[in-house]
C-alpha cells in the first residue's frame, strides 16, 4: 500500500511570491492535516480537510490556505511569502471523522526555502 | 494555553542499553497520545500509541506508560540500536478536536 506522497521534495521561492505544495493521501483516507516544521521545531497545526471541506485550522495568517480535491488529495498555498515560512511542511492523513482510529501517517514533506 | 512538551531535549545513550524519553502534557481532556519518530529529512513515522483508558502498552521493543493524574507520558526503547537515533515527539488529541498537539521532540543519540 502506497504511503502519503508529497510534492515537490523542495521548492525554492523568494519573498512575497506564492507556494503551492501538494499531497495525496493513503488510499482510502479522507483526512488530511497540514503541519509546518520549522528547522530545530516541532510540528504547528496548520490546516485539516476531510471530505472536502476544511474543518479545522491552526493559528497562521489568511495567507495559508487550501484546498481538498474530490479524490482527497490536497493543496497548501502560501501567499506573500516571507522569510519565516522557510520550514518543511508536513502533510498526514487518517481514515477520516468516522470512527475513533486517529492515526496520522505522514508524509515526507516538502521543504521550502524562501530566499 | 494548553500544550504538550518534552523533559529533555536530548538524550544520549549507550547501544544496547534501554531509554526512557518523557513527555508531559497539560491538556487534561487529552484522550489519544501517540509517540513518533522522525530521521533526519524524512516525515514523523508512527510507532505506538495509547488511549486514555489504558496506562501501559507494548510493541516491538518499545512501552509507552501513560500516567494521566500526574499527565505524564513516557516511551521506552528496549536494547537501544544506532538505527533508534532520531528525534521523538509526542503528541496528544482530545475528544473534541482531531489535530494532533506535537511536543518539540527529544534527540535520541545512540553511542556506539
Known amino acids: 500500500e502506497a504511503g502519503v506522497t508529497q510534492s515537490p521534495t523542495h521548492l525554492i521561492k523568494t519573498r512575497g511570491q506564492q507556494a503551492t505544495l501538494r499531497c495525496s493521501p493513503i488510499?482510502?483516507?479522507?483526512?488530511v492535516y497540514w503541519y509546518q516544521q520549522a528547522l530545530g521545531l516541532g510540528l504547528q497545526f496548520l490546516l485539516w480537510?476531510?471530505?472536502?471541506?476544511?474543518?479545522n485550522r491552526g493559528n497562521f495568517p489568511p495567507r495559508f490556505s487550501g484546498r481538498q480535491f474530490p479524490n482527497y488529495s490536497s493543496e497548501l498555498n502560501v501567499n506573500a511569502l516571507e522569510l519565516e515560512d522557510s520550514a518543511l511542511y508536513l502533510c498526514?492523513?487518517?481514515?477520516?471523522?468516522?470512527?475513533?482510529?486517529?492515526?496520522?501517517?505522514f508524509g515526507p514533506g516538502t521543504r521550502l526555502t524562501v530566499l | 494555553g494548553e500544550s504538550v512538551g518534552l523533559h529533555l531535549p536530548t538524550l544520549s545513550v549507550q547501544e544496547g542499553d534501554n531509554s526512557i524519553i518523557n513527555c508531559a502534557y497539560s491538556n487534561s481532556a487529552s484522550d489519544y497520545f501517540i509517540w513518533y519518530k522522525q530521521e533526519s529529512g524524512k516525515g514523523p513515522q508512527f510507532i505506538i500509541d495509547i488511549r486514555s483508558n489504558m496506562d501501559k502498552r507494548q510493541g516491538q521493543r518499545v512501552t509507552v506508560l501513560l500516567n494521566k493524574t500526574v499527565k505524564h507520558l513516557s516511551l521506552q526503547i528496549a536494547a537501544t540500536q544506532p538505527g533508534d537515533s532520531a528525534v521523538y515527539f509526542c503528541a496528544e488529541k482530545d475528544d473534541n478536536d482531531y489535530k494532533l498537539s506535537f511536543g518539540a521532540g527529544t534527540t535520541v543519540t545512540v553511542r556506539a
Open positions: 480537510y476531510d471530505e472536502g471541506e476544511e474543518r
Open positions: 488510499s482510502g483516507h479522507t483526512s
Open positions: 498526514a492523513s487518517s481514515p477520516g471523522t468516522s470512527g475513533r482510529n486517529n492515526e496520522q501517517f
